[in-house]
């Protein structure tokens, strides 16, 4: 049973940067591609970033390349999403998911375990 614990959410001043944790129990890590969602009231969940097993391959949201990047240490179990220069427009619940796929990683459907989410609130 895979399950997921985000942290690291909260309030900030534009600009500042955050960082997120996502922690992985249950199973062995190194098996799965992360991926880290985020959703803003009243919208749909979007893609940000996603990292294949074995850290070879990251991808990002074209709009977020350059300001977020992804890590993993597998050794921790862990996954994270370093956040720079953020803007009221990143204020969003972000959740970490789990996939076993090495493809499509930007796509929610590719993910069958989710955590439940941390807020990150970007005051204007």
């Known amino acids: 049973q895979v399950q997921l614990v985000e942290s690291g959410g909260r309030f900030v001043q534009t600009g500042a940067s955050l960082t997120l944790s996502c922690l992985l129990s249950?199973?062995?890590?190194?098996?799965?591609?992360m991926g880290w969602f985020r959703q803003a009231p009243g919208q749909d969940r979007e893609f940000v970033a996603a990292?294949?097993?074995?850290?070879?391959?990251?991808y990002y949201a074209d709009s977020l390349r350059g300001r977020f990047t992804i890590s993993r240490e597998n050794a921790k179990s862990s996954v994270y999403l370093q956040m720079r220069r953020v803007t009221p427009e990143d204020t969003a619940i972000y959740y970490c998911?789990?996939?076993?796929?090495?493809?499509?990683?930007?796509?929610?459907?590719?993910?069958?375990?989710w955590g439940q989410g941390t807020q990150v609130t970007a005051s204007s």
């Open positions: 990292i294949t097993r074995n850290s070879g391959r990251t």
């Open positions: 249950g199973r062995n890590f190194s098996g799965y591609a």
């Open positions: 998911a789990a996939s076993t796929l090495w493809y499509q990683l930007n796509l929610r459907r590719s993910y069958p375990w």
